[in-house]
């Protein structure tokens, strides 16, 4: 149950898309928090004793105990507060592991499609990057049309699961169309996705966790710069 | 009669050596659910897998009652929601909501099964993959990988936590045992010696009826691998 006793202590970054997603979580839940900023050039004690494996965000601590990996705790979450605001997985065993699959999905196929574009060296891995992206979001607009069967969300009437695990790209989506012209969710190549990336933008709960979108393509912009300074540097000694 | 046992039916879609194959069969052995095995070639793949996993066109598929459920991971969740009341690998659910402990117990238990995705099978692979420093550096990532499994083992006879001795995380590790022969050949290391109590829970889970009918033996697993490595030109 929300509220007496429950402590909770959310260690993050304010650009990370992973602990984004924690934070959509705990706040379609109605749930209040501590926040940690971490800088990731001085991971603060809490982190690397929370987190020892991995050492990095985002960390939720419930009571003293961290729990690791944006997944796991968007489930922790959606398992022990299940009556404070959305549930996030469905009931029906079928659609939670349909749930799970496009979770499971975003992880391993769009996040590393768009480092090929952040990090590609040369051009062509950049431009596999950029067909790698485009082909996850075709897959992407068809789990939307399977999930939400005509709804507005991948969850159906509410928000769901996966509506938080590429929620928290959102952001990245939008700065990736500044800095790289890459439009990921365009209205006139996936339609259903497009629509959903206007109306996740409209909740409130999403409004209250997004990271002002001008400081995230500078920090995009920044981070481009040192992926190039560093091919760079690469090409240099080679 | 027939029809209503089809309805229950439970078919995998697999492929012989795939440790990720064998955590399937062996939850499903685990909670007494008999399924239909069906071996895939993975070099001309049926028109049911490419039809069940249209998305990444792999290995394991579980079909029940027809319905496909892909990634072996959400497959063992899935087993555990569709199936009440066998034997859990994730601990249950409390029947008063919001048991913060069990739900504990399931994110360390999920955090652990993704820890086994993300580092052991890629590691591995490149241990019989590459030569010269490459692979020295997977053999040294893969004996922190075993030890650091080792020390959240701990002193525990299984990782377990779910109903039965076998746990999520012993399910979703067991059958990367099998290539322990392989590893240890490929990286000139031991198990035995960088992780001893590790190896121990290997042995254990070895003498368990639903590991032992589903895993192939590791030498078996070494000589697929010595078939991989002539495919892919490695030697």
């Known amino acids: 149950m929300a509220g007496g006793g429950d402590e909770l202590k959310l260690l993050g970054m304010w650009a990370s898309p992973f602990a984004l997603r924690a934070k959509l979580a705990l706040c379609f839940k109605g749930l209040s928090y501590d926040y940690v900023e971490e800088d990731f050039k001085n991971k603060s004690d809490l982190l690397l004793s929370s987190n020892p494996v991995h050492k990095k965000v985002p960390v939720l601590i419930h009571n003293g105990k961290p729990i690791c990996e944006s997944q796991v705790i968007v489930q922790y979450i959606d398992e022990v507060f299940p009556d404070a605001g959305v549930t996030l997985l469905p009931a029906d065993p079928h659609d939670r592991a349909v749930a799970r699959f496009w979770a499971a999905y975003i992880d391993e196929k769009l996040f590393s499609a768009w480092k090929m574009v952040f990090k590609g060296k040369t051009e062509e891995e950049k431009a596999e990057g950029r067909k790698q992206t485009f082909a996850v979001v075709e897959t992407l607009e068809g789990a939307l049309r399977e999930c939400s069967k005509g709804k507005p969300f991948f969850g159906g009437d509410a928000v769901g699961y996966v509506d938080v695990a590429l929620g928290g790209f959102v952001p990245w989506v939008q700065a990736m169309e500044e800095l790289y012209g890459l439009r990921q969710f365009d209205a006139a190549t996936t339609p259903l996705l497009a629509a959903w990336l206007e109306r996740v933008g409209e909740l409130e709960a999403y409004k209250a966790v997004m990271p002002d979108a001008g400081m995230m393509i500078e920090f995009k912009k920044k981070q481009a710069q040192q992926a190039a300074a560093a091919a760079a540097a690469d090409a240099a000694e080679a | ?235």
Not at chain 2, 107 to 125: E, I, N
Not at chain 2, 190 to 195: I, L, Q, T
């Open chain 2, 1 to 235: 009669m027939a029809a209503a046992k089809k309805e229950k039916e439970l078919l995998l879609l697999d492929f012989w050596v795939s440790p990720f194959g064998q955590r399937c069969r062996i939850a499903m052995a685990e909670k007494g659910l008999e399924f239909e095995y069906r071996e895939e070639d993975l070099g001309n793949k049926s028109d049911l897998l490419l039809r069940s996993n249209p998305v990444h066109r792999k290995i394991p598929v579980l079909l029940h009652a027809g319905r496909p459920v892909c990634e072996s991971l959400v497959i063992l969740q899935y087993l555990d929601d569709a199936f009440p009341d066998t034997p859990h690998l994730l601990p249950p659910a409390n029947s008063s909501s919001g048991d913060a402990d069990a739900a504990y117990a399931r994110a360390t238990a999920r955090f652990w099964a993704d820890y086994v995705d993300k580092k052991l099978y890629d590691c591995g692979s490149r241990l019989w993959r590459l030569k010269g420093e490459p692979q020295a550096a997977a053999r040294r990532e893969m004996v922190e990988i075993l030890r650091t499994l080792e020390a959240e083992l701990g002193y525990r006879e299984f990782f377990g936590g779910g109903g039965g001795r076998l746990g999520f995380v012993d399910v979703a590790l067991v059958p990367f045992t099998a290539w322990f022969y392989s590893y240890e050949r490929c990286g000139g290391f031991s198990v035995e010696e960088v992780a001893p109590r590790l190896a121990a829970w290997a042995r254990r889970c070895g003498r368990i009826d639903s590991v032992a009918k589903h895993l192939p033996s590791p030498e078996k697993v070494y000589d697929f691998v010595g078939v991989l490595k002539k495919k892919y030109g490695v030697e």
